[in-house]
């Protein structure tokens, strides 16, 4: 199986740059700098699957090209992750049908609250969605096979998802030692490192790369950095050989065997 994973947004529940900040990363002019709240396409068996849509969605996938949605998988229920659930609206109106949405009880809930008038049903043009509450079993869509990986968000439970030989983790800053264990054997590994110093919800550098020495995969990416974690091109070559900074619009095609 092969897939590529385009990263539509790496950085934070702000983005950078962050809205009023003049420190040297929000003003920097290196691309790889300017990061939007974090999403990620997945493309596999004719597949096109994203997680989560924050608030930047629309852009993203005007950005990516994308022209076909076949699913949503939520990490978890902060708006950084579901606010641009409405711009699903295009994909229902070429796909004349509803999309299905995965995640969690909490995040369902959540959804329903926010985007009511989805769920009312009496007024033209709202989004069109297909509701599949998950727990921490395998699932499928399509062909593909989904394994949940259950971490947690200060005290907040979030998914991270398996496919295949690719395991991507976002907004964690613990991992109990069952879920680790759906992990290891994974070849390529995505992560949230939030930023050096110590953080209640999310993990460090340090942290995400005593992960990554754990887990050993031949490559892992770094997502969900904050503006205070440093530029791009000075921490990239504080990194091991095989861990990589993320950045929005980068596209990497894995191949399994």
Do not use: W
């Not at 959804?111 to 297909?130: A, L, M, N, Q, T």
Request: proline content about 6%; hydrophobic content about 40%.
């Amino acid at each position: 199986m092969n897939l590529k994973i385009t990263f539509l947004g790496t950085g934070t529940s702000q983005g950078i740059p962050i809205v009023g900040c003049d420190c040297t990363v929000c003003r920097s002019a290196d691309p790889r700098d300017n990061r939007l709240r974090t999403s990620v396409l997945i493309q596999a068996k004719g597949l096109n699957i994203v997680i989560d849509t924050g608030p930047d969605f629309r852009y993203q996938v005007l950005r990516a090209g994308l022209s076909r949605l076949d699913a949503v998988l939520y990490t978890h229920e902060h708006r950084d992750h579901i606010a641009g659930l409405d711009d699903i609206r295009p994909f229902n109106y070429m796909q004349a049908g509803a999309i299905p949405l995965y995640g969690n009880g909490e995040v369902i809930k959540r959804i329903k609250v926010e985007f009511d008038y989805i769920f009312k049903g009496d007024y033209p043009g709202i989004p069109k969605v297909e509701i599949h509450e998950i727990d921490n079993s395998p699932f499928t869509i399509g062909a593909l096979a989904i394994m949940p990986i259950q971490v947690m968000h200060h005290k907040m439970p979030v998914f991270g998802f398996r496919i295949g030989d690719f395991t991507y983790i976002t907004d964690a800053n613990s991992i109990p030692e069952e879920e680790m264990k759906k992990i290891q054997g994974s070849r390529f590994l995505v992560i949230n490192a939030l930023q050096r110093e110590d953080h209640p919800s999310h993990f460090t550098l340090d942290e995400a790369l005593e992960v990554i020495r754990h887990i050993n995969p031949e490559k892992a990416f770094l997502i969900h950095m904050g503006h205070n974690m440093g530029l791009h091109q000075q921490l990239a070559g504080e990194l091991p050989p095989n861990v990589f900074l993320a950045y929005d619009g980068l596209s990497v095609e894995l191949h399994h065997a």
